[in-house]
């Protein structure tokens, strides 16, 4: 697989001590890889740091051979993006927004436009609803826009920070749905902290954490890290409940027709003598990784 994007040694430091980012390094090649981690872990600050709207204090970002810090020209054009606060101009038509943004984007002429709007309209699946104002869109559709609008100029590289915050289950399946499509021709970058985001569509993860990252690979190793982390056990009481809750970190509670069934993980369970251990999911590694993982700090 070719690299298009290198994080080398990336560090961003606010404030002289807190390390928003703290030592990052990380490449990227093609398809769909997913950037993982709780609120607060430094993906945006990564994700800024890509389209040159951040310069990192130690280290340096390449994208497609190019450095972040002398070619930010090159860059932003490789480069398509859609921010978490995407704002929309409500009184315009769908056709009229990405005409305005492709104007002020020199797109080129009119014709070559107004092509180009057409195909992007096709791609997200709105080209029916080109002619209705945008305010009226639902939040499924503004993003779609926000897509149509990031990919108006066919970068190479599309990200997408928090892309299914807001949106009700349906419109985040076909959502994602459309990343998978567009990530066969694209190197596609999607931030989330949602682990159902990338469940499905990401060949591969990097879990970030207090702006380190704290794992690079396939979805499939990372769930085997928390084999033997997980056991379910049936609870009969509140106070055994809690004792449980005290010592690991639960998952979820289930009740059927057999009883309350407590999911966990944890790194040892040799003094429960009972409990099943479970098949780990992608949720569980990761509830493993915030509770057992490193845990590096952020001020150094
Ligand atoms: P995420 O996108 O994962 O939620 P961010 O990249 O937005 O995380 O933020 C990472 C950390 O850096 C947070 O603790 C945030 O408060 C801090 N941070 C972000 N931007 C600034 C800034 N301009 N000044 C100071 N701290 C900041």
């Given at each position: 697989?070719k690299?298009?994007?290198?994080?080398?040694?990336?560090?961003?430091?606010?404030?002289?001590?807190?390390?928003?980012?703290?030592?990052v390094?990380?490449?990227?090649?093609e398809?769909m890889?997913?950037?993982?981690?709780?609120?607060?872990?430094?993906?945006?600050?990564?994700?800024?740091?890509?389209?040159t709207?951040?310069?990192?204090?130690?280290?340096?970002?390449?994208?497609?051979?190019?450095?972040?810090?002398?070619?930010?020209?090159?860059?932003?054009?490789?480069?398509?993006?859609?921010?978490?606060?995407?704002?929309?101009?409500?009184?315009?038509?769908?056709l009229?927004?990405?005409?305005?943004?492709?104007?002020i984007?020199?797109?080129?002429?009119?014709?070559?436009r107004?092509?180009?709007?057409?195909?992007?309209?096709?791609k997200?699946?709105?080209?029916?609803?080109r002619?209705?104002?945008?305010?009226?869109?639902?939040?499924?559709m503004?993003?779609?826009?926000?897509?149509?609008?990031?990919?108006?100029k066919?970068?190479?590289?599309?990200?997408?920070?928090?892309?299914?915050?807001?949106?009700?289950p349906?419109?985040?399946?076909?959502?994602?749905?459309?990343?998978v499509?567009?990530?066969?021709?694209?190197c596609?970058?999607?931030?989330t902290?949602?682990?159902?985001?990338?469940?499905s569509?990401c060949?591969?993860?990097?879990?970030?954490?207090?702006?380190?990252i704290e794992?690079?690979?396939?979805?499939?190793?990372?769930?085997?890290?928390?084999?033997?982390?997980?056991?379910?056990?049936?609870v009969l009481?509140?106070?055994?409940?809690?004792?449980?809750?005290?010592?690991?970190?639960?998952?979820?509670?289930?009740?059927?027709?057999?009883?309350?069934?407590?999911?966990?993980?944890?790194?040892?369970?040799?003094?429960?003598?009972y409990?099943?251990?479970?098949?780990?999911?992608?949720?569980?590694?990761y509830m493993?990784?915030?509770?057992?993982?490193?845990g590096?700090k952020?001020?150094?």
């Open positions: 697989m690299d298009i994007i290198a994080f080398e040694n990336v560090c961003k430091i606010y404030n002289k001590k807190f390390y928003a980012l703290n030592n390094n990380l490449k990227i090649g398809g890889f997913g950037l993982l981690g709780p609120n607060g872990a430094g993906k945006s600050t990564l994700m800024k740091s890509l389209i709207l951040i310069i990192p204090d130690k280290g340096r970002v390449m994208v497609d051979g190019y450095d972040t810090r002398t070619h930010s020209l090159e860059v932003r054009d490789i480069v398509g993006y859609l921010p978490q606060d995407f704002s929309i101009y409500p009184n315009l038509t769908a009229e927004f990405l005409d305005y943004m492709g104007q984007n020199n797109i080129g002429s009119r014709k070559t107004n092509r180009k709007i057409e195909e992007v309209l096709n997200v699946n709105l080209w029916e609803a002619n209705k104002k945008v305010g009226g869109f639902s939040g499924g503004k993003r779609r826009l926000g897509i149509a609008n990031a990919i108006l066919d970068p190479k590289i599309l990200i997408v920070d928090e892309p299914t915050a807001g949106l009700d349906e419109e985040r399946v076909r959502f994602r749905m459309l990343l499509e567009l990530s066969k021709q694209k596609i970058i999607l931030s902290h949602i682990v159902e985001d990338i469940s569509s060949e591969r993860i990097g879990l970030l954490n207090k702006g380190s794992y690079l690979g396939s979805p499939i190793d990372f769930i085997l890290k928390a084999k033997g982390k997980v056991r379910e056990f049936k009481s509140d106070e055994e409940i809690l004792k449980l809750k005290d010592k690991y970190e639960v998952i979820s509670v289930k009740r059927t027709s057999s009883g309350k069934f407590l999911r966990v993980v944890g790194e040892d369970f040799q003094e429960e003598g409990g099943i251990d479970m098949e780990p999911n992608l949720e569980d590694a493993y990784f915030m509770k057992y993982g490193k590096e952020n001020y150094v």
